[in-house]
């Protein structure tokens, strides 16, 4: 080989070296120019920017057992409370709501009843007609997602539209996030079985910025496979009070249930 091969020879292989440590600095699947990781910090750093919500708005449920719609307090401290006042026509209370975490208080006004137990995702779909675990409901009703630490055997980040799309892979569950990609707010959330089933879909529609916070008016949360859905519009928003806006007022008079 003589000099001048050596030397062709020689930058031929700082660009292929450069070109190799360019493509594995990028997650696994990724086909897009932003990394998983890179993603995901500035989704989360978004999320974040909301730590509490108060607001008004118009909620409608439909499932087998129940067809309705009226209006709805929200009152939202991140990262361990939620509050809903449930209003049917003429104003008249149906029900007031706290979760937690790790516990809610369900108080029925019509029947002057009081249940309470753990924030399972069995006990929550029974109280709010779809079954959905305590993170989603924090989520879904805050209009802000983050993605969490769990560890995946597979994540693929690729385009869809204005959105970048994160596919998040494990052994009996796939989640997928829709993303804006100039904001990287959350646009769409779902949940998937290995067949692509559905288990559970939020997405969110009718994005303003206020304070540096990208929000939705309308929010809806679907479960096709048990024919459950919610659809909530918003107004009357406020960002991070900083506490739980309510009082959960229950009457001595009204009976008390325990669930486990």
């Known amino acids: 080989m003589n000099y001048k091969m050596k030397i062709i020879y020689a930058i031929s292989l700082i660009i292929c070296l450069i070109f ?8 696994n699947g990724s086909n897009t120019e932003i990394s998983f990781q890179d993603l995901k910090g500035r989704v989360n750093a978004n999320a974040q920017k909301l730590i509490s919500l108060d607001a ?8 087998p057992t129940i067809s309705t719609n009226g209006s709805v307090t929200v009152s939202i401290s991140k990262p361990d409370s939620v509050f809903i006042k449930l209003e ?12 937690t975490r790790n516990n809610f208080v369900y108080y029925n006004v019509m029947e002057n ?3 309470s137990g753990p924030s399972t995702p069995k006990n929550l779909g029974i109280i709010m007609r779809i079954k959905i675990e305590f993170d989603d409901m924090l989520n879904a009703f805050s209009g802000k997602f983050a993605i969490g630490n769990e560890t995946y055997d597979e994540t693929t980040v690729s385009r ?14 796939i989640k997928k996030y829709w993303i804006n990609s100039e904001d990287f707010y959350v646009t769409k959330f779902g949940s998937y079985d290995n067949e692509g089933n559905t288990k559970i879909e ?6 303003y910025q206020k304070d540096e916070i990208f929000f939705p008016k309308k929010i809806s949360i679907t479960r096709p496979k048990e024919n459950q859905n919610i659809w909530l519009n918003y107004s009357n928003e406020k960002f991070n009070n900083n506490r739980l806006n309510f009082k959960l007022k229950i009457p001595k008079s009204a009976k008390q249930v325990k669930w486990h």
């Open 20 to 27: 190799f440590s360019c493509t594995a600095s990028n997650d």
């Open 56 to 63: 008004d708005g118009d909620i409608s449920i439909e499932s």
């Open 88 to 99: 049917g026509p003429f104003g008249i209370d149906v029900a007031n709501l706290l979760i």
């Open 113 to 115: 009843r009081v249940i």
């Open 160 to 173: 869809a539209g204005m959105n970048y799309l994160v596919t998040l892979k494990k052994k009996d569950d």
């Open 202 to 207: 939020i997405a969110y529609e009718n994005f």
